[in-house]
């Protein structure tokens, strides 16, 4: 495969991933369970499918992987157990869209996070669009009124920081086994939400809907991105991965009329021009030092 080839193939992986990644609040919508349910069952499926992914990547050497992923590991899964779990509870609380402009502003929770652990400072670029971004975040969670909503940013929020860290940890810490930490974290996160759940087993059809939930939205997304991301820089996957903040409201818009409120849009809007601007100039940075 030639160099276009290579980076065409990689483009389409990652696009298909976050395509996946889109669809999570329909499937939250298109399920009548408690929280706790939709949790236990969706991380069931998760940990079974990225089990298996564990496998196909690691074959013979699938436990030896698990052993090694040490403290940090042992760190990195909590933190995805988190955000597995508050994804879910924060588009059960608010809108798919007030979900989705938080999430959007993770570029820059990893950055501060960075700053924070590492003491790697952020560039001029990093700071403005921050500021940018946190002026429509004030816009948009600043008019919520509902106490749903104002809990569903926060969960939102506590799940962005969650992600936002794991990418910090992904990047110190090059040889984590980020499949097998997953894996591990959706069994933890089913665990712990067992005693919270009811006792009523899902309808096949919501137990088809819950293992599609799993096995696609996570496992399968997961695996299309990591291996895409191979292939296209850094900036770039993170440019196609902002199709997941656009088409969820719109699934669910679609689905399920679920207008978002005009502050959501206008915050919205500012949040994701200030990480197109961001990502943007990163790519041609980078495209200039390539050159």
């Not at 889109?22 to 349910?37: A, K, N, Y």
């Amino acid at each position: 495969m030639d160099q276009v080839g290579a980076r065409a193939y990689g483009m389409a992986l990652v696009t298909v991933a976050a395509v996946l990644w889109s669809t999570g609040p329909l499937f939250v919508r298109l399920l009548d369970l408690d929280v706790w349910t939709v949790l236990v069952w969706r991380s069931l499926f998760a940990a079974l499918s990225l089990t298996l992914v564990v496998g196909l990547q690691n074959g013979r050497q699938t436990i030896r992987s698990v052993r090694t992923i040490g403290r940090p590991g042992l760190v990195a899964i909590p933190l995805a157990a988190i955000g597995m779990g508050s994804y879910v509870i924060a588009v059960k609380l608010t809108t798919v869209a007030n979900v989705m402009v938080v999430y959007a502003t993770v570029p820059f929770v990893a950055a501060g996070v960075a700053l924070l652990w590492t003491g790697e400072k952020a560039a001029s670029r990093v700071l403005l669009a921050s500021a940018i971004a946190f002026v429509g975040i004030v816009i948009m969670a600043g008019t919520a009124t509902r106490p749903q909503d104002i809990a569903g940013n926060a969960v939102a929020f506590l799940m962005t920081l969650a992600f936002g860290t794991q990418l910090v940890m992904a990047r110190r810490y090059p040889w984590l086994e980020m499949a097998s930490i997953n894996a591990i974290a959706a069994a933890f996160c089913a665990l712990i939400c067992l005693p919270l759940a009811t006792a009523i087993t899902p309808s096949p059809l919501q137990l088809v809907i819950l293992a599609l939930f799993g096995a696609t939205n996570t496992a399968l997304a997961f695996l299309l991105f990591l291996k895409g991301g191979r292939y296209i820089p850094s900036g770039e996957a993170g440019f196609i991965g902002l199709i997941d903040v656009l088409l969820a409201p719109f699934w669910v818009w679609l689905a399920f009329a679920e207008q978002p409120s005009q502050a959501a849009i206008v915050g919205g809007g500012l949040v994701l021009a200030s990480v197109l601007w961001y990502l943007g100039g990163e790519r041609r940075i980078k495209a200039v030092h390539s050159s």
